[in-house]
């Protein structure tokens, strides 16, 4: 199939799931790098409490919040 066919299908809805391989699949600029961070003791509880009230980890909201810092 031919690119211009292929999106003529997406963009007018049709299935398109057979044609692609999921199997090699990847989202670009997604590969995961640990990172170790000291915070002082005040800034650990400030987080947990913040979390706590988003109903998230910790760990979210601190990718969150670098996230929208950086976007």
């Known amino acids: ?15 398109i799931d057979a044609q692609i391989d999921w ?9 995961s790098r640990r990172v170790n961070v000291d915070f002082p003791a005040w800034v650990v509880e400030g ?3 913040q979390a706590q009230r988003l109903g998230v ?4 909201l601190i990718k969150l919040w ?5 976007g």
């Open 1 to 15: 199939m031919k690119a211009h066919e292929f999106d003529t299908k997406f963009d007018d809805g049709d299935d």
């Open 23 to 31: 199997s090699a699949a990847r989202r670009p600029n997604l590969e």
């Open 47 to 49: 987080l947990d409490r």
């Open 57 to 60: 980890t910790r760990q979210s």
């Open 66 to 70: 670098i996230a929208e810092r950086l």
